[in-house]
C-alpha cells in the first residue's frame, strides 16, 4: 500500500516536472512546478518527516508559485 | 554533432558516477552514534516531547541562528534591490478586479491561518514543526490577504519592529544561556517542567516564539516587497 502510494506520488512529480519544463504556456509551467512540491511534501509526510513536510507546503508549494507569479506579471507588463 | 556527443558523454560520466554511490549504498539499520546519543539522552536533558526541534533549538542552535540571519539578509536585499523611487511608481495601477468568493472567503480564513500558524510555533516543543513552519504559514496568511486585495500596503515600520525586537531577544535567550545555564543557547535556564506539557523543555517554547514571528515578519516583508514592486511603471 505504501509502495503503491509513493509510486503514484513519484509518477505524478516526474509529470508535473517535465509540464513544468516543456509547456508553452508560462502560468501552467508555474503551476506545475507548485505541483512537483506538493507530492514532495506528502512523500515527505509518508517518509515520517512532517516537519520538512509542513515547510515544503508553505514555502514551496505556496510562497515559492506566488512569487513566480509576481515575476511572470512582472515581466508580461514591460514586455508591452 | 559535437555538441550532442559531449551531452551524451556528460550524461553517461553522471550515470558512472551515481551507480557507483547506488552500488556502496546501504541503508542504516541502527542509528549512528551522534543520532543514537540525542535519541537516548535528548528527552532528558532538553525536556521537548519533539525531538526534531530539541537538536534544532538546543544541539544545533547556532546553526538555527545561522539560517535565521541568512533569511534576514535575504529580505534586506530584496528590499534593497526592488526600491523603487518616487518618480516610478505609478499612482494607479490596473488591478484586475478580484472575485466575490475570494474576497469574503479571504476574511474566514485568513484569521484561522494566522492562529494555526501562531499554534505550531508555540506547540513546536510537542509537535511537528516550529518557528519557521510557523512563520511560512503566516507569511502565507498575509499573502491570501494581498491576493484577495492586491492593493494593500505592508507597513515595514511594523514588520521591521517586531524583526528586530524579536532577533534582539533571540539572541538575548542565547546570552542569558551563557550566564544562567551551560552555553550560548542552552534552554535549561528556565526549569524544564513536566515533560510533554505546554510549559515545558525550558527556553524552547520562548526562542520558537520570538523565531516564529522573526521569520513570519521576514517573509511577509519579502511578498510586500514583490508585491508593491508591481506598482512600477512599465519602462
Known amino acids: 500500500m505504501f509502495i503503491a502510494i509513493a509510486i503514484i506520488l513519484a509518477i505524478v512529480s516526474i509529470a508535473g ?10 502560468s501552467v509551467a508555474i503551476i506545475a512546478s507548485g505541483l512537483v512540491s506538493l507530492t514532495a511534501s506528502v512523500m515527505f509526510l509518508l517518509l515520517a518527516a512532517p516537519d520538512v513536510a509542513l515547510t515544503e507546503a508553505s514555502i ?10 509576481y515575476a511572470l506579471n512582472k515581466i508580461r507588463n514591460n514586455h508591452d | 554533432m559535437i555538441k550532442k ?7 553517461t560520466g553522471l550515470a ?8 556502496s549504498y546501504n541503508g542504516n539499520e541502527t542509528l549512528t552514534g551522534l543520532g543514537s546519543y540525542y535519541a537516548q539522552n535528548g528527552a532528558r536533558e532538553v525536556g521537548a516531547a519533539n525531538l526534531v ?4 533549538v538546543t544541539y544545533r542552535g547556532l546553526d538555527t541562528l545561522g539560517e535565521v540571519t541568512i533569511l534576514f539578509l535575504a529580505a534586506a536585499i530584496i528590499g534593497f534591490v526592488l526600491k523603487l523611487k518616487k518618480d516610478e511608481v505609478v499612482e494607479a495601477r490596473p488591478v484586475r478586479e478580484t472575485s466575490e468568493l475570494l474576497t469574503s472567503a479571504s476574511q474566514v480564513i485568513v484569521p484561522v491561518i494566522f492562529l494555526v500558524g501562531v499554534y505550531i510555533f508555540i506547540n513546536g516543543h510537542l509537535t511537528p514543526g516550529g518557528g519557521f513552519q510557523g512563520g511560512a504559514v503566516i507569511a502565507s496568511g498575509v499573502l491570501l490577504m494581498l491576493l484577495a486585495n492586491p492593493t494593500m500596503h505592508i507597513s515595514h515600520n511594523i514588520v521591521a519592529t517586531i524583526e528586530s525586537i524579536s532577533g534582539i531577544a533571540f539572541v538575548a535567550i542565547g546570552i542569558l544561556g551563557i550566564v544562567l545555564a551551560g552555553g550560548f543557547l542552552d534552554n535549561r535556564l528556565l526549569p524544564l517542567g513536566e515533560f510533554g506539557t505546554l510549559l515545558s523543555a525550558g527556553a524552547i517554547p520562548l526562542i520558537y516564539i520570538f523565531i516564529g514571528l522573526k521569520v513570519g515578519a521576514e517573509l511577509s516583508n519579502i511578498i510586500g516587497t514583490i508585491s508593491y514592486n508591481q506598482n512600477e511603471k512599465p519602462n
Do not use: N, Q
Not at chain 1, 510562497?63 to 513566480?68: D, Q, R
Not at chain 2, 558512472?16 to 552500488?23: E, H, P, S, V
Open chain 2, 5 to 11: 556527443l559531449l551531452i551524451v558523454g556528460l550524461l
Open chain 1, 17 to 26: 516536472a517535465i509540464m513544468a519544463i516543456h509547456h508553452k504556456k508560462l
Open chain 2, 16 to 23: 558512472f558516477m551515481f551507480y557507483g554511490l547506488l552500488i
Open chain 2, 53 to 56: 526541534s530539541a537538536i534544532v
Open chain 1, 60 to 69: 514551496g508549494s505556496g510562497l515559492t508559485t506566488i512569487i513566480f507569479f
